[in-house]
């Protein structure tokens, strides 16, 4: 089967793998991409999101993707099946393929924005519905993107697949961990305010990776770090005691990449309580969750690991059990593929 895929972000070709650089931005020589390394019937030809001035600044204002779905369009006689990872990079394709009346090959949409962020607008549900004549299913990461398809798009083939995380590369490295700090992740959909406050009230070291915007004034345990490559994050994660993570309440998939890597890096996590993740945590099981937003809670969640070390280790221990039996990229590869098949 030759697919084609269209993430929503820029990918490139390199001779030699670089551990440095995530599997979904690269494409090494010789090797199957990302996911589809799990899928040996799949060919898959990838056209990334780079796009020439201006059409690339366009791109970043509107949000949607235009030159790449282009290129899909024209070449998808060429392929047994187009996959979109986003409906950022789907909704032009599909809204091309509505009007031409086209419906084959499939159009499969990874839906991780809940197409629209989950709006219901009248005027973009409409043209929505219109686009979507043409996409043959949706996959889901959140289950709590269920309640928007069931109230607008009850006729679409959809199916609820967990995030996977390639548990080979997220694994405990040898070195033993130093456990001196905490260790909060992420550039987007964080909610760092509420993070800052609960930590004027521990007495512990926390590193927060991705964003250095953060107002730590009047903090001195606290330190910014910029986004870093992927392998320096996996020591980062490695190293930590335990992991926090503020993520934010949009009701759509959100969160599950960093969480079920650092439950397979075998971390306790400390996770705000919303429903991008609430297919992956279970409180008290394989991660604490708090009430989003409350400091307080967050504060009472720190101390739990903080002064049990045997409910820290417990839950680390379940964290990489859950990933390898249910939330690994082997699986979550297979459920794809099953879904592709039946469309």
């Known amino acids: 089967m030759r697919g084609l895929f269209l993430p929503n972000f820029e990918v490139g070709?390199?001779?030699?793998?670089?551990?440095?650089?995530?599997?979904?931005?690269?494409?090494?020589?010789?090797?199957?991409?990302?996911?589809?390394?799990?899928?040996?019937?799949?060919?898959?030809?990838?056209?990334?999101?780079?796009?020439?001035?201006?059409?690339?600044?366009?791109?970043?204002?509107?949000?949607?993707?235009?030159?790449?779905?282009?290129?899909?369009?024209?070449?998808?006689?060429?392929?047994?099946?187009?996959?979109?990872?986003?409906?950022?990079?789907?909704?032009?394709?599909?809204?091309?393929?509505?009007?031409?009346?086209?419906?084959?090959?499939?159009?499969?949409?990874?839906?991780?924005?809940?197409?629209?962020?989950?709006?219901?607008?009248?005027?973009?549900?409409?043209?929505?519905?219109?686009?979507?004549?043409?996409?043959?299913?949706?996959?889901?990461?959140?289950?709590?993107?269920?309640?928007?398809?069931?109230?607008?798009?009850?006729?679409?083939?959809?199916?609820?697949?967990?995030?996977?995380?390639?548990?080979?590369?997220?694994?405990?490295?040898?070195?033993?961990?130093?456990?001196?700090?905490?260790?909060?992740?992420?550039?987007?959909?964080?909610d760092y305010q509420t993070l800052i406050e609960a930590w004027r009230k521990i007495d512990f070291p926390l590193k927060i990776v991705g964003r250095t915007d953060v107002d730590i004034r009047g903090l001195g345990n606290v330190e910014v770090i910029p986004k870093v490559s992927i392998s320096r994050l996996r020591e980062y994660i490695h190293g930590s005691r335990f992991v926090v993570l503020p993520i934010g309440r949009d009701r759509y998939s959100v969160g599950q990449m960093t969480l079920t890597q650092c439950m397979s890096m075998s971390r306790a996590v400390i996770v705000a309580a919303v429903p991008g993740v609430a297919d992956y945590a279970q409180h008290g099981v394989n991660c604490l969750l708090f009430r989003s937003g409350d400091a307080e809670d967050l504060v009472e969640k720190v101390n739990v690991l903080m002064r049990d070390p045997d409910t820290l280790r417990a839950i680390s221990l379940r964290a990489r059990k859950d990933v390898i039996e249910r939330f690994s990229e082997g699986r979550m590869a297979k459920e794809i593929m099953d879904f592709i098949r039946s469309c």
Not at 63 to 73: D, R, S, T, V
Request: aromatic share 12%; net charge neutral.
């Open 13 to 190: 070709e390199i001779a030699e793998d670089d551990p440095s650089i995530f599997a979904a931005n690269k494409i090494v020589a010789h090797d199957r991409y990302w996911f589809f390394k799990h899928m040996p019937d799949m060919d898959m030809k990838v056209i990334d999101n780079s796009a020439p001035f201006p059409l690339n600044v366009v791109r970043d204002i509107i949000k949607i993707e235009l030159c790449q779905p282009l290129k899909a369009f024209v070449a998808q006689s060429e392929y047994d099946v187009l996959i979109s990872h986003s409906y950022n990079s789907g909704f032009v394709l599909s809204l091309l393929r509505s009007l031409a009346l086209r419906k084959r090959p499939p159009h499969i949409v990874i839906d991780v924005g809940s197409l629209n962020g989950g709006r219901s607008n009248p005027l973009q549900i409409a043209l929505l519905r219109f686009a979507l004549r043409s996409v043959a299913g949706l996959i889901y990461h959140s289950s709590v993107n269920e309640e928007f398809y069931a109230k607008h798009f009850q006729n679409v083939k959809r199916v609820f697949v967990p995030y996977g995380t390639d548990v080979e590369f997220f694994k405990p490295l040898e070195s033993v961990p130093s456990g001196d700090y905490a260790l909060s992740i992420g550039y987007a959909k964080r």
